[in-house]
Structures are given as structure tokens and as C-alpha cells.
């Protein structure tokens, strides 16, 4: 894959509705659209989904820039390189920054398949048509807030609803969520708000009929989420706690969960991704893709990868237009009841908008090579 000029985009882009969690609310996100050309018209695209703050990694936007131009693009520029999956063990010397190694690799891939002539799902090795889409609320201000969400989401057509949950935020709205929606496929994810000192109120979800819990305990935890599986019925989902291969291993023979949320950002690129779907698959573990609140170009990334057959259940990659008012790929991404289709074009499948880019752009770095 031969590398001319990489270019790092910097956005700053607005979301809609301001995204509550239990760690705090994110209402403003800055992202590089990595791009890469080959010298022959062709342009690998990658999105960078660390946040200003590390509150769910310790990873940053700031230390994002710092990885990719200090070390990871030079890194990459090193010697040549024939085929993306080589990026995962070429960053190896440089320990986690995964959402940095995850961004750069990502762009590789796209040019990669543009190359080829085929779908980035093709090359991955996807084999759904369509895939299956679920929403993440927020934490909302009142319950009645959260029901009528719920509601609009659920008549929108998404095939499961996740609700954000914390300490104070939990037994109440999830009876009222369930009352009203007894049959709708929930479930919660607590980001790490609680500790097994909390042991016998988290026994007390298992009466909402959830399909799972995502990370409850701490979150680089997998010993105390193994006790925790054993002592409630709920499936529990690993979200931050799996941030490579080995993590994913560890806690699947540990018995720390039943389910896995794949973030290609968190766990360093297309090819960990992969090598945890597949692992998992061999093991009977479920699988879905997880978000980061991504604008297009992640958007299509994760859609390209939920396109891998063990990527069973709905994920949390929504429609652009829940997001932002205005994405930065054509089209944006459209949810028609609770599916997205899969897109055959070139590389990702859509068109970066170009316009909207610039409109966003803050700040702008070339290399030559
Ligand atoms: O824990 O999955 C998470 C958003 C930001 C940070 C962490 C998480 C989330 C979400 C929303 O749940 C995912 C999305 O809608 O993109
Ligand atoms: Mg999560």
C-alpha cells in the first residue's frame, strides 16, 4: 500500500442533544479525519474517537495529535508496508494509545480496499447485507424525559434500547422503562459507576429482564466482574475493561462476561476487532459493536465491521441525523426500521462531504513523503 501524503483534519463538531453519562456530558466533540493518499487518486479515510477529556480512556484528542505525529506516522512511514493487518504488530512498540494506532490503521484499510476495488466489509471479510441497530440514551433529567425517548426510539423503528445508568439513576428508571415497554430489548450500561460493595442492589436488576449489563465494576476490572457474573443472572457485557486480544482471552477464561461490546478505537484497529470477533465466535461469546459518538467516517467503519457474522446483536452505531445536524459523508448514515445497509461501494462506501469537512476543520497538517 503505497503512502504519498497523510493528512490530519481537526474538527470541531456540535452535537444535537447533549450525551449524559454516568462520568459526565459531552455536548462539543473534536475528532481528526485522518487521510491518506496513495499518489494514484485514490484516499484512505480514518476517524479518531479519543474525547477532550479522559474520562472513559486516558486517552485525549491532544494526546491523539501527539501519538499520530510523533510517533505512530513515522512509525507507519518506516519501511513499506503490503497489507493493513501488518499495522497491529509495526505499533506494537508503542504501549495502549489504541484510539491513536486505531485511527491511522483505519484510514490504511480504506485505501487499501479502495485499492482492491471493494467494500471495506468485503475486505474484512463481512458477510451481512444489513445489519441490525440499537440506541444508547443518555441519562435523561426526569424519567418521564427518558419514557417518551424510549418511546420515539422504539416507534422510530431501533431493535434495542440501552439505557445509561448510575447510582440514583437506576432501579427507578428501569421499572418505569419496563413497565411501560415490557416486551422491548433492554438493557444498561453503567460505564463503571459501581463496586461490589454494591453487590445486592445490582442483584436487584435482574428483575428488568435485561439482556445484559455493560460494565458495572471498574474499568480495567475483570476479577471482580467474574465474581459478579457468578452472583447475578444478567449477562454481563465488557466494554472498557477489553482494550486487546489477550483482554478479551483473559476474561472470557476467567468467566468475567458473556458479552463483548467491540470498539475498534478501544481496542487499537480493524485487525484486533477482527481477532476478537473471531476468537469469540469459537468460544460462544456474543459480540456487538459499540460507539463513540463518531461522525461519518467512524460511523462507517464501525458499520463495515458489524458486517462480520458473529456481530449477532443490534449495536449503537444510530443514524447520522440523531447525532448531528449536519455529517460530514454523503449520504449520512440512514437507519430504515432498525437497519442499516451495508454499503458495496469502494472502501467505507460513502463520500466524504467535503463542504461540511472544511465547515468543521479547525486546524489542518500535511506530510509528504
Ligand atoms: O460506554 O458505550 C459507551 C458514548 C460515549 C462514551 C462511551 C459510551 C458511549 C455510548 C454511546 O454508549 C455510543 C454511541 O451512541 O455512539
Ligand atoms: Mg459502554
Redesign the pocket.
Known amino acids: 500500500v503505497p503512502i504519498q501524503k497523510i493528512t490530519l483534519h481537526k474538527l470541531r463538531m456540535q452535537m444535537k442533544n447533549p450525551?449524559q453519562?454516568s462520568f459526565g456530558t459531552?455536548q462539543n466533540k473534536e475528532l481528526f479525519i485522518i487521510e491518506i493518499e496513495d499518489g494514484e487518486g485514490n484516499h484512505g479515510y480514518g476517524e479518531s474517537v479519543a474525547?477532550t477529556e479522559p474520562w472513559?480512556t486516558e486517552e485525549t484528542v491532544w494526546t491523539t495529535e501527539h501519538m499520530l505525529i510523533d510517533f505512530l506516522i513515522p512509525l507507519l512511514m518506516e519501511k513499506p508496508i503490503n497489507h493493513p493487518r501488518e499495522i497491529t504488530e509495526r505499533f506494537s512498540v508503542i504501549r495502549r494509545n489504541n484510539m491513536a494506532k486505531a485511527s491511522i490503521e483505519g484510514a490504511v484499510w480504506d485505501l487499501y480496499a479502495k485499492r482492491k476495488g471493494i467494500s471495506l466489509s468485503e475486505a474484512l471479510g463481512g458477510s451481512q447485507q444489513t445489519i441490525d441497530v440499537g440506541?444508547?440514551l443518555?441519562i435523561a433529567p426526569t424519567t418521564e424525559e427518558l419514557l417518551s425517548r424510549v418511546q420515539e426510539k422504539l416507534d422510530a423503528g431501533y431493535k434495542r434500547v440501552?439505557l445509561?445508568i448510575k447510582p440514583g439513576f437506576d432501579i427507578e428508571p428501569l421499572t418505569e422503562v419496563r413497565k411501560k415497554f415490557p416486551t422491548a430489548q433492554l438493557m444498561a450500561?453503567a460505564?463503571s459507576a459501581y463496586t461490589l460493595d454494591d453487590l445486592t442492589h445490582l442483584k436487584r436488576l435482574d428483575a428488568f429482564n435485561l439482556m445484559m449489563i455493560?460494565?458495572p465494576l471498574g474499568h480495567d476490572d475483570i476479577v471482580d466482574h467474574a465474581f459478579l457474573q457468578q452472583a447475578i443472572h444478567t449477562p454481563i457485557c465488557l466494554?472498557?475493561s477489553i482494550n486487546s486480544f489477550e483482554d478479551a482471552r483473559k476474561a472470557i477464561e476467567l468467566g468475567s462476561c458473556k458479552v463483548i461490546?467491540i470498539?475498534i478505537g478501544r481496542v487499537g484497529g480493524l485487525t484486533e476487532a477482527k481477532r476478537i470477533h473471531d476468537y469469540c465466535a469459537e468460544k460462544g461469546i456474543t459480540v456487538w459493536c459499540?460507539?463513540?459518538?463518531?461522525a461519518g467516517v467512524g460511523r462507517a467503519h464501525n458499520i463495515a465491521l458489524t458486517s462480520l457474522p458473529n456481530f449477532t446483536v443490534p449495536g449503537?452505531?444510530?443514524a447520522s441525523a440523531?447525532?448531528w445536524d449536519q455529517d460530514i459523508i454523503k449520504p449520512e448514515v440512514m437507519v430504515d426500521n432498525g437497519e442499516i445497509t451495508v454499503p458495496t461501494g469502494r472502501g467505507i462506501g460513502y463520500d466524504i462531504d467535503h463542504e461540511a469537512m472544511e465547515k468543521f476543520t479547525i486546524a489542518k497538517k500535511v506530510f509528504e513523503f
Not at 459499540?290 to 463518531?294: D, F, I, Y
Open positions: 450525551f453519562t459531552l474525547f472513559y440506541i444508547s443518555g440501552k445509561k450500561d460505564n455493560e460494565q466494554d472498557e461490546n470498539k459499540g460507539g463513540m459518538l463518531e449503537d452505531t444510530a440523531l447525532y
